[in-house]
């Protein structure tokens, strides 16, 4: 049974960096690609950065380039997302996303990052 289990959310002060990590098992083999979304009240769920599991392509989305960085251990099928200089607009559940090697695709449950003075 695949499972992604987010962490790290937290309520942090504008200007803040936080780490937030997704832990992926149950793969038969490493995914393909893992990515972070989120979702913030009244809006839709969008892209924040994604990552291939072998090689190190990136993307992100313009609103965090230059601010947000995405990480991944493949050993451990892990992903990360270090962000600084956190601002209310950041506010959101983070949600993990991973596609496997058979285009299948999986989800976390959401870890909750909101940033306020």
């Known amino acids: 049974q695949v499972q992604l289990v987010e962490s790290g959310g937290d309520l942090v002060q504008p200007g803040g960096s936080l780490r937030i990590s997704c832990a992926a098992s149950?793969?038969?083999?490493?995914?393909?690609?893992m990515s972070w979304y989120r979702q913030a009240p009244g809006k839709e769920r969008e892209l924040v950065a994604a990552?291939?599991?072998?090689?190190?392509?990136?993307n992100y989305a313009d609103s965090v380039k230059g601010r947000f960085t995405i990480s991944r251990d493949s050993a451990k099928n892990t992903v990360y997302l270090h962000m600084t200089s956190l601002q209310p607009d950041d506010t959101a559940v983070y949600y993990c996303?991973?596609?496997?090697?058979?285009?299948?695709?999986?989800w976390g449950q959401g870890t909750q990052v909101t940033v306020s003075s």
């Open positions: 990552i291939t599991m072998v090689g190190f392509t990136t």
């Open positions: 149950g793969f038969t083999s490493s995914p393909y690609a």
């Open positions: 996303n991973a596609v496997s090697r058979e285009s299948r695709t999986y």
